[in-house]
C-alpha cells in the first residue's frame, strides 16, 4: 500500500506539473516508476480517490514525449487490454496512446499501421464508434482520423470488398440512429483530411449515406445533426471537387418550403443555407437559379403566421443578412420581385419589435456590405435603387418621414442597437443619398464622433468605424467644399484622428472588455 500511495504521488506530482514535460523528466519518472508498474496499479482495486484520474492524466503525458511514443509498440498487449477495459477513462486514454504512437512515428522503427493491423486494434476503435459513451467515442474518430493520414491505411479504413466488417458503410447499416451520426461525423472529418483521402470517401460510396439517412428518416433530432455535418462538409476546401452544392442546397430549398416541416428544422436548414452562402467563391459552383429559389422560399417563408414566433423571425432575417453580405448574395436579396430585403428594412427600424429590430440591423449592415470591401460596397444599379427605395418607403410609412430620422433613431436606443446602427450607417454612406442623410441630422454626427458615447470595447470601435467611413465618403463627396459643411468636416477629422478610444475632453476614458470580446 505504500508503494502505491509512492506512485500516486509522484504521479499526480508530474500529471499536474506546469508546463510541458520533455524526454528527460518522462525517463527519470520512468526510472522510478516503470510502465509495467503502472499499468498493474492501474489494473489493481485501490481506495484512493482519484487515483485512476491521476494514472491516466500521469500517462497520457508519458505518451505525448517522442520517449514515451516510443515504448508503445513494446506493450501493446497491453493497450488491446486497455481498448478492452470496462472503464471510459481507461478505454479514452488507450485511444489516445494510439494517437501518440501515429503522430510520433518517426520515433519507431515499426510502421504504426502495421503495428495497430496486425494487433486487431483498428476494429476495436470502430467498435467505440457505435457502441461507447461520446468522450470515447470522440477520441475513437480523433484516432482513427490520424490514422487516415498515412497512405498505407487507405486500403485499412477504406477495404475495396463492400462486405468488410470494417468498411463504414456496413458499420452504418448495423448501427442505431445515434451511432449511424457518428459514423457520419467520422466520415466528414476523413473527407476533410486532404483531396486525397475525399476522393477515398467519394469512391467508397459513403457520401450518399448522409443524403440517404436524410430521406430514410423522420426523426428531427437526426436531420439536424446531419445538416450540421453537410455545413461542416461543405466548409472544407476542397468539398466543391466532389460534394454536388447546387443539390445541396436544393435540398434545403425543399426542408424550408415544405409544409409538413418543423419548423425549428426550416430555421436550423435556413442558418446553415445562410453561412454557407455568406462565402464568395461558393457562386461558383452553385447554379444562381437555386439560390434564387432559396431566397424566395426565405422570403416565403417570412411571410407564413408560423414565422410570427419573434425567433423564427430573427433567424430568417440573420439568413438574408448572411447571403446578402457577398455581393452576388446582395444582388440576389435585393433584386427578386418584390425584394427579399424589404423584410429586413422593415424590420431594421421597427421598435415595436427590439429584437427583430436588432437582427435585422445587422442583417441590413450585411446587405449593404459593411463587411465586404470597400470597393464592393455598391452592387448594381438595380439593387442599389431597390435598396434605397426600400428605405425611403419604410420612412415615408413612419412619424420619422425620412430615412434621416430613422437612423438618428436608431442611435437613441440602447448601446447593442447603437452598434447594429454603426455598422448600418457606416456602409449606407458608401451611398450618396445614404451620406446625405446622415449628414441631415447634426445629432447624428454629433453621436458618432463623441468617443465617450460607448463604454464597451466592441462598441467603441463600431462607432469609430462608422465615423471613419462617413469622413472618407464626406471627403470623396461634394460636401467636401461647401462652406455650410465646414465644422461637420472638422468634426468628422478631429473625431477620426482621436481614436476609437478617448478624446482629448476625457482622457480617463477606457473600453470596457468582456470575456467573449477578448477572443
Known amino acids: 500500500m505504500e508503494d502505491v500511495n509512492q506512485l500516486f504521488d509522484a504521479a499526480f506530482e508530474f500529471a499536474h506539473y506546469p508546463g510541458p514535460q520533455g524526454d528527460s523528466s518522462v525517463k527519470e519518472f520512468l526510472d522510478r516508476f516503470p510502465l509495467p508498474v503502472i499499468f498493474n496499479a492501474l489494473k489493481s482495486e485501490t481506495d484512493i480517490p482519484g487515483f485512476e484520474t491521476t494514472m491516466v492524466t500521469c500517462l497520457e503525458r508519458v505518451f505525448k514525449t517522442k520517449y514515451g511514443a516510443s515504448l508503445i509498440p513494446h506493450y501493446m498487449p497491453v493497450l488491446q487490454a486497455g481498448l478492452k477495459a470496462d472503464s471510459a477513462v481507461v478505454k479514452s486514454l488507450a485511444c489516445k496512446t494510439v494517437t501518440c504512437l501515429l503522430e510520433n512515428q518517426d520515433a519507431n522503427d515499426v510502421s504504426p499501421v502495421q503495428l495497430l493491423v496486425s494487433n486487431g486494434i483498428y476494429p476495436l476503435l470502430l467498435e467505440y464508434i457505435i457502441k461507447s459513451d461520446d468522450e470515447v467515442a470522440n477520441a475513437a474518430s480523433e484516432t482513427i482520423k490520424s490514422l487516415a493520414r498515412f497512405p498505407d491505411a487507405m486500403s485499412v479504413i477504406f477495404p475495396t470488398d463492400t462486405n468488410d466488417a470494417t468498411h463504414l458503410g456496413n458499420l452504418a447499416a448495423r448501427s442505431s440512429s445515434l451511432a449511424r451520426v457518428r459514423v457520419l461525423s467520422l466520415i466528414v472529418k476523413l473527407f476533410s483530411i486532404s483531396p486525397h483521402v475525399a476522393s477515398a470517401v467519394k469512391n467508397s460510396g459513403l457520401l450518399d449515406l448522409l443524403e440517404a439517412e436524410m430521406k430514410g428518416t423522420k426523426d428531427t433530432l437526426v436531420i439536424l445533426n446531419v445538416l450540421e455535418l453537410y455545413y461542416e462538409l461543405m466548409e472544407v476546401e476542397h468539398s466543391s471537387q466532389f460534394v454536388p452544392q447546387t443539390s445541396l442546397i436544393q435540398m434545403f430549398c425543399s426542408i424550408i418550403s415544405g409544409t409538413s416541416v418543423d419548423l425549428f428544422l426550416k430555421l436550423r436548414a435556413m442558418m446553415i443555407s445562410g453561412r454557407l ?90 446587405i449593404a456590405g459593411e463587411t465586404r470591401p470597400k470597393s464592393s460596397r455598391i452592387v448594381d444599379e438595380k439593387a442599389e435603387e431597390n435598396l434605397r427605395c426600400l428605405i425611403y418607403d419604410v420612412a415615408a410609412q413612419s412619424t420619422k418621414l425620412t430615412p434621416s430620422g430613422l437612423f438618428l433613431s436608431v442611435l437613441q436606443q440602447s448601446s447593442e442597437m447603437r452598434l447594429a446602427g454603426y455598422r448600418t450607417l457606416a456602409a449606407l454612406a458608401a451611398r450618396p443619398w445614404g451620406l446625405m442623410e446622415i449628414l441631415a441630422k447634426e445629432e447624428i454626427i454629433n453621436i458618432v464622433t463623441d468617443s465617450t458615447t460607448e463604454t464597451a470595447k466592441i462598441a467603441m470601435e463600431a462607432r469609430y468605424n462608422c465615423c471613419k467611413a462617413i469622413h472618407e465618403a464626406f471627403l470623396c463627396s461634394n460636401f467636401v467644399d461647401d462652406p455650410r459643411r465646414l465644422k461637420t468636416g472638422e468634426k468628422l477629422q478631429e473625431a477620426v484622428r482621436s481614436g476609437p478610444y478617448m478624446s482629448k475632453k476625457y482622457r480617463d476614458a477606457r473600453p470596457e472588455v468582456m470575456m467573449a470580446e477578448g477572443f
Not at 457562386?283 to 422560399?297: F, H, M, P, Q, R
Open 277 to 366: 452562402l455568406s462565402r464568395d467563391n461558393i457562386y461558383s459552383t452553385v447554379d444562381e437559379a437555386c439560390v434564387k429559389a432559396l431566397v424566395s422560399a426565405i422570403d416565403a417563408s417570412l411571410e407564413s403566421p408560423e414565422m410570427n414566433d419573434t425567433d423564427a423571425h430573427e433567424a430568417a432575417l440573420d439568413a438574408l443578412g448572411q447571403i446578402g453580405s457577398t455581393t452576388k448574395g446582395a444582388k440576389l436579396v435585393l433584386s427578386t420581385t418584390p425584394p427579399a430585403a424589404r423584410h429586413v428594412v422593415a424590420s431594421a427600424f421597427d421598435r415595436n419589435a427590439l429584437g427583430k429590430q436588432l437582427a435585422a440591423l445587422h442583417a441590413l449592415a450585411y
